[in-house]
């Protein structure tokens, strides 16, 4: 039966087989819902209609001359979930390779729709499913919604925690939002807006806000690293796998850093555009680029490149949703530099569920499992992720 998914998935590509797969993904998103949403969703696509700018076309100047850099020695990925996403990005390659500025930009403020994304923030396939299955659409923004009042919760500070044995439990027409967002404001400083970047993303409404899912997992990852280093005066930073870039923005945001981040250089294209264009303030340094006489706030490496990283006295390294979807020796690697570099803390947000990512059934990789083998790391804590079902939260200290 596996086997026949991963063949649908591969085949069903136009709106018609899309639309017939979101049918099945919503019975399977039916598992996420934590807890009943009793109202009426509001949901939209984001629109980013602010022109091409000067600053926009220096932006994408750079991360043409970013991704050439990133090309010239790939290191093999070994067998993961990744290996397919990468072969897909033919039209990424072509356009990177064209090298019109104008062109480039306006697939990246769209990426959220294009295959680049595929992995990280909606992608071109699930754009397709969202916007032709209306109630697919709609169980996605529940899920959203949940997640939030799960972030709330996690928060704490007074918030009421609700409980299906007793009390209120599910979201309904009446529920303040606005309580909840003040507690959020409280926890992070300032108004928690994310800036609007991309054109076709979905967003939720929450209260007078609007979210992505990967909003609300961005915020529960940069408070849980706040919090971990609240007692370290050195808030430096390394992030392997960054994804969308949006946990590394409200990083820096929370006045944390410097922050290092590795990532697919296709992957660390779509972080820079991101991150250049949310941040015009901060001091980010692209792999190639000369680091001059400022300290950079963010620092962008493909991931072969991570034995040149600039040498920080590396405090923490995170990494959510990727080490399962690496191999084994990868993860191995990674685990014995982390430590050869002198990191102090390892916080990991991932899921050990071993599920299979092809058609082989591969099974995916297991942190707990592979760090058992590494005597350095002392785990001191491990819970399960507030917003996500079956992600755990795990700490270790490296000896």
Same mark, same amino acid.
């Given at each position: 039966?596996?086997?026949?998914?991963?063949?649908?998935?591969?085949?069903?590509?136009?709106?018609?087989?899309? #639309?017939?797969?979101?049918? +099945?993904?919503?019975?399977?998103?039916?598992?996420?819902? #934590?807890? $009943?949403?009793?109202?009426?969703?509001?949901?939209?696509?984001?629109?980013?209609?602010?022109?091409?700018?000067?600053?926009?076309?220096?932006?994408?100047?750079?991360?043409?001359?970013?991704?050439?850099?990133?090309?010239?020695?790939? +290191?093999?990925?070994?067998?993961?979930?990744?290996?397919?996403?990468?072969?897909?990005?033919? =039209?990424?390659?072509?356009?990177?390779?064209?090298?019109?500025?104008?062109?480039?930009?306006?697939?990246?403020i769209s990426s959220p729709?294009?295959?680049?994304?595929?992995?990280?923030?909606?992608?071109?396939?699930?754009?397709?499913?969202?916007?032709?299955?209306?109630?697919?659409?709609?169980?996605?923004?529940?899920?959203?919604?949940?997640?939030?009042?799960?972030?709330?919760?996690?928060?704490?500070?007074?918030?009421?925690?609700?409980?299906?044995?007793?009390?209120?439990?599910? /979201?309904?027409?009446?529920?303040?939002?606005?309580?909840?967002?003040?507690?959020?404001?409280?926890?992070?400083?300032?108004?928690?807006?994310?800036?609007?970047? !991309?054109?076709?993303?979905?967003?939720?409404? /929450?209260?007078?806000?609007?979210?992505?899912?990967?909003?609300?997992?961005?915020?529960?990852?940069?408070? =849980?690293?706040?919090?971990?280093?609240a007692n370290s005066p050195?808030?430096?930073?390394?992030?392997?796998?960054?994804?969308?870039?949006?946990?590394?923005?409200?990083?820096?945001?929370?006045?944390?850093? $410097?922050?290092?981040?590795?990532?697919?250089?296709?992957?660390?294209?779509?972080?820079?555009? !991101?991150?250049?264009?949310?941040? $015009?303030?901060?001091?980010?340094?692209?792999?190639?680029?000369?680091?001059?006489?400022?300290?950079?706030?963010?620092?962008?490496?493909?991931?072969? +490149?991570?034995?040149?990283?600039?040498?920080?006295?590396?405090?923490l390294v995170f990494n959510?949703?990727?080490? &399962?979807?690496?191999?084994?020796?990868? /993860?191995?690697?990674?685990?014995?530099?982390?430590?050869?570099?002198?990191?102090?803390?390892?916080?990991?947000?991932?899921?050990?569920?071993? &599920?299979?990512?092809?058609?082989?059934?591969?099974?995916? &990789?297991?942190?707990?499992?592979?760090? =058992?083998?590494?005597?350095? !790391?002392?785990?001191?804590?491990?819970? $399960?992720?507030?917003?996500?079902? #079956?992600?755990?939260?795990?700490?270790?200290?490296?000896?």
């Open positions: 039966m596996r086997k026949f998914k991963y063949f649908i998935l591969k085949k069903f590509t136009g709106p018609l087989g899309l #639309g017939i797969l979101s049918i +099945a993904f919503t019975r399977r998103l039916k598992r996420l819902m #934590g807890r $009943p949403v009793n109202l009426k969703v509001k949901s939209s696509f984001s629109i980013n209609d602010s022109g091409v700018t000067e600053r926009d076309l220096a932006i994408t100047s750079r991360l043409t001359k970013f991704w050439s850099n990133s090309q010239n020695s790939l +290191a093999n990925l070994g067998e993961s979930p990744w290996n397919q996403i990468q072969r897909d990005q033919v =039209q990424f390659y072509e356009i990177m390779g064209e090298g019109n500025l104008e062109k480039i930009y306006d697939y990246l729709t294009q295959s680049l994304c595929n992995g990280v923030l909606q992608g071109n396939r699930e754009s397709i499913m969202l916007k032709v299955n209306p109630k697919y659409r709609d169980f996605v923004s529940k899920i959203t919604i949940n997640r939030f009042m799960a972030l709330s919760e996690a928060i704490g500070e007074g918030c009421e925690v609700q409980n299906p044995e007793q009390g209120q439990w599910g /979201v309904k027409k009446d529920f303040n939002f606005t309580e909840f967002l003040n507690r959020l404001d409280l926890a992070f400083g300032m108004p928690v807006i994310p800036p609007t970047v !991309y054109t076709g993303l979905l967003l939720t409404e /929450v209260g007078d806000r609007k979210f992505n899912q990967v909003d609300i997992m961005a915020l529960n990852a940069s408070l =849980q690293i706040k919090n971990t280093l050195n808030k430096t930073i390394l992030e392997i796998g960054s994804g969308s870039g949006i946990t590394p923005y409200w990083c820096n945001r929370l006045g944390l850093g $410097p922050i290092q981040i590795i990532d697919l250089p296709h992957v660390a294209v779509l972080q820079a555009f !991101y991150l250049l264009k949310s941040l $015009p303030d901060a001091n980010i340094l692209l792999y190639g680029e000369d680091q001059g006489v400022n300290e950079p706030d963010i620092t962008i490496y493909p991931h072969w +490149a991570f034995l040149e990283l600039p040498k920080n006295k590396v405090e959510q949703d990727s080490f &399962a979807e690496m191999s084994n020796e990868t /993860v191995l690697n990674y685990l014995t530099w982390i430590s050869d570099i002198g990191a102090q803390i390892l916080l990991s947000i991932n899921h050990e569920s071993g &599920a299979t990512y092809d058609s082989a059934l591969a099974s995916q &990789a297991n942190i707990s499992r592979l760090i =058992q083998e590494n005597s350095l !790391y002392l785990r001191l804590s491990r819970h $399960p992720n507030w917003v996500r079902q #079956g992600y755990i939260d795990q700490v270790w200290k490296i000896d």
